[in-house]
């Protein structure tokens, strides 16, 4: 790996909270497989975050090993087309994730409430929902980015090879 600017050294710290936060609420919503009625909406729970948990590890992978200028593979290129459009549509997900936790900001702020420490939980839960939601999306643009200055490099890195100006 070569010299990351300070921006992307940020950007993967983000991405390994979000491998954690994603890997938490996966096997979160494996074990809630087992000990909940819907199981319908757990294995779609399941499969959106196993789907973001993997588009975010590739991510890692591709700024650890391509970064700045080692061109993707034409596999690396179809995975990471593939996850991308999946995960694109997972901001929806995640944002009904956000609105479905909603309901928990009067538990926040009530004072009742909280002399019982309810209070810390459903913070919690609404907090990580939201901490999801917009790293989600910070991530998103950074691996756009991310792929385009991978191909920029790469083909400046052949046009000097070769002594030609775009």
Same mark, same amino acid.
């Given at each position: *790996?070569?010299?990351?600017?300070?921006?992307?050294?940020?950007?993967?710290?983000?991405?390994?909270?979000?491998?954690?936060?994603?890997?938490?609420?996966?096997?979160? $919503?494996?074990?809630?497989?087992?000990?909940?009625?819907?199981?319908?909406?757990?294995?779609?729970?399941?499969?959106?975050?196993?789907?973001?948990?993997?588009?975010?590890?590739?991510?890692?992978?591709?700024?650890?090993?391509?970064?700045?200028?080692?061109?993707?593979?034409?596999?690396?290129?179809?995975?990471?087309?593939?996850?991308?459009?999946?995960?694109?549509?997972?901001? $929806?997900?995640?944002?009904?994730?956000?609105?479905?936790?909603?309901? *928990?900001?009067?538990?926040?702020?009530?004072?009742?409430?909280?002399?019982?420490?309810?209070?810390? *939980? $459903?913070?919690?839960?609404?907090?990580?929902?939201?901490?999801?939601?917009?790293?989600?999306?910070?991530?998103?643009?950074?691996?756009?980015?991310?792929?385009?200055?991978?191909?920029?490099?790469?083909?400046?890195?052949?046009?000097?090879?070769?002594?030609?100006?775009?």
């Amino acid at each position: *790996m070569k010299g990351l600017t300070t921006f992307w050294k940020i950007f993967r710290a983000v991405c390994i909270v979000q491998l954690v936060l994603v890997a938490f609420l996966g096997v979160q $919503a494996f074990a809630m497989l087992f000990y909940k009625s819907n199981i319908l909406v757990r294995c779609i729970d399941l499969a959106a975050y196993t789907l973001v948990f993997l588009f975010v590890y590739h991510g890692l992978s591709i700024l650890n090993y391509n970064y700045p200028d080692v061109p993707l593979s034409p596999r690396q290129k179809r995975v990471f087309n593939i996850l991308y459009l999946i995960n694109f549509i997972l901001i $929806a997900y995640l944002f009904a994730q956000v609105v479905n936790t909603w309901w *928990m900001v009067h538990i926040v702020f009530d004072s009742e409430i909280q002399k019982n420490n309810n209070w810390v *939980m $459903a913070t919690a839960v609404l907090l990580l929902s939201w901490f999801i939601f917009l790293i989600h999306l910070a991530f998103l643009a950074g691996m756009f980015r991310l792929r385009r200055f991978i191909h920029q490099n790469t083909v400046g890195s052949w046009y000097e090879q070769f002594d030609q100006k775009p």
